[in-house]
């Protein structure tokens, strides 16, 4: 059974840092293709940022440009999301999800496996 497991989500404050972790089980990682994804209160989803099975290729919404960074060690079968400078505009639940492709992606229709979510509440 594919599952992600997203964690590290928390409360802080206005310029503070992350990281949220996205851990795989059920399946061996650097098969999959990842993207991470938020969603604020009464807004849809949206796309943040994914990386392609290597990790060789990222794509980042330009909201999140150079305060986010994604990588993966498929050794231990995780993803992170590194923030940093979080604004209060960054306050929502965040997903990562996967795909059975290399390439990354930035739909949702594109990832067919999800996690749960981890909130991410910045607040001063």
């Known amino acids: 059974q594919v599952q992600f497991v997203e964690s590290g989500g928390g409360l802080v404050q206005p310029g503070g840092s992350l990281r949220l972790s996205c851990a795989a089980s059920?399946?061996?990682?650097?098969?999959?293709?990842i993207g991470w994804f938020r969603q604020a209160p009464g807004k849809e989803r949206e796309f943040v940022a994914a990386?392609?099975?290597?990790?060789?290729?990222?794509n980042y919404a330009d909201s999140v440009k150079g305060r986010f960074t994604f990588s993966r060690d498929n050794a231990k079968n995780t993803v992170y999301l590194q923030i940093k400078g979080l604004k209060l505009e960054d306050t929502a639940v965040y997903y990562c999800?996967?795909?059975?492709?290399?390439?990354?992606?930035?739909?949702?229709?594109?990832?067919?496996?999800w996690g749960q979510g981890t909130q991410v509440t910045v607040s001063s």
């Open positions: 059920g399946f061996t990682l650097d098969h999959f293709a």
């Open positions: 990386i392609s099975y290597g990790g060789g290729n990222t």
């Open positions: 999800a996967g795909r059975t492709y290399p390439g990354y992606a930035s739909t949702e229709a594109d990832y067919a496996f």
